[in-house]
């Protein structure tokens, strides 16, 4: 599986993402510079990683959806290109519209940096293939503005057409305000697009992949996905 | 020329921001504050005469960038 870390200024998640695809898909991914138009020849999954974009001027990264490599990973995504949105990525996704609805500031106005229950709702993703459906998995947070919005229309539709791929849940899978640190609309954590190639989340599978990490709940997303490429070759 | 563009979250839109202030400006002792809702000015200089020109310049700026059309309104002003 050839991977593309996407950089921008004031990303800084980009090494652990690279680290948890090295481990994973034992392939060296490239890192492409926000500059850049083209992304590298084959690749076969694009991902956003987390951080501060243009340091989350005007709106978390609204600024970084309209840099120069953007185009790239939209012709890419209109091709069935995979694309991974984690944290500061799946804002760039929505920002981007590569995926809709937008995610604001945390409900409760705080930082949220802890351990958070989710609910893989479907295990028929090339990013969930590694779960089962209904599986609680535990993986960090670490954000300002993960509390997803959209319209109703918008919410009716992704849960209509099972579009909701992680939810925040308590240890044993029930949704429950109380599990809900940042507010999120339907406590939702990451969405799929249409087509079902483009994910965001605002958890970090990332940093749950080595036992020396506590946890290795992420090396599920991760390793789904070389399965599929695997398969599909 | 001088414009502003003003961008406001749409009514409906949850501000816990604007919420926060509500609770500061009462513990500040400033009274009858119904709401507050909290939004963005961009002070922009154009370049040359056309005002109309202008106006379209600064819509496009706010559609594509400025404001996100899914949860902002935004209003345009030239002002000379």
């Known amino acids: ?233 | 020329m001088k414009a502003r563009v003003t961008v406001t979250l749409k009514s409906g839109i949850l501000d816990p921001q604007g919420k926060a202030i509500e609770g500061a400006l009462r513990s500040l002792g400033v009274s009858g504050v119904a709401s507050v809702r909290q939004g963005k000015v961009f002070d922009i200089e154009i370049e040359g005469n056309d005002r109309a020109k202008a106006e379209a310049s600064l819509k496009r700026a706010a559609d594509k960038l400025l404001a996100n059309t899914v949860i902002e309104n935004y209003r345009v002003e030239v002002i000379g």
Not at chain 1, 54 to 69: K, S
Not at chain 1, 114 to 128: A, C, G, I, K, Q
């Open chain 1, 1 to 233: 599986m050839k991977s593309a870390v996407l950089v921008f200024p004031g990303i800084n998640r980009e090494r652990d993402m690279a680290r948890a695809l090295r481990l994973i898909s034992r392939r060296e991914p490239a890192m492409v510079w926000h500059a850049e138009r083209e992304l590298p020849p084959g690749t076969d999954l694009v991902v956003i990683p987390g951080g501060f974009s243009y340091g989350d001027y005007l709106r978390c990264g609204a600024i970084a959806a309209r840099a120069p490599i953007m185009e790239a990973v939209r012709g890419f995504a209109q091709k069935g290109g995979l694309v991974l949105g984690v944290c500061n990525g799946f804002q760039i996704l929505c920002e981007a519209e590569l995926l809709p609805g937008v995610l604001m500031r945390n409900a409760q106005l705080r930082f949220i940096c802890r351990d958070v229950y989710l609910r893989v709702e479907r295990s028929d993703t090339p990013f969930t293939r590694g779960y089962n459906a209904g599986q609680v998995i535990r993986v960090p947070v670490a954000h300002g503005e993960g509390n997803y919005i959209a319209d109703g229309e918008t919410i009716a539709r992704l849960e209509g057409e099972g579009r909701v791929v992680f939810r925040y849940s308590s240890p044993d899978g029930m949704i429950d305000p109380n599990w809900n640190h940042n507010g999120a609309m339907n406590a939702v954590a990451g969405i799929i697009n249409e087509r079902g190639n483009v994910l965001g989340l605002m958890p970090h599978p990332e940093n749950h992949v080595e036992a020396s990490m506590g946890r290795t709940d992420g090396r599920g997303l991760f390793a789904g996905l070389v399965d599929h490429f695997k398969l599909a070759a």
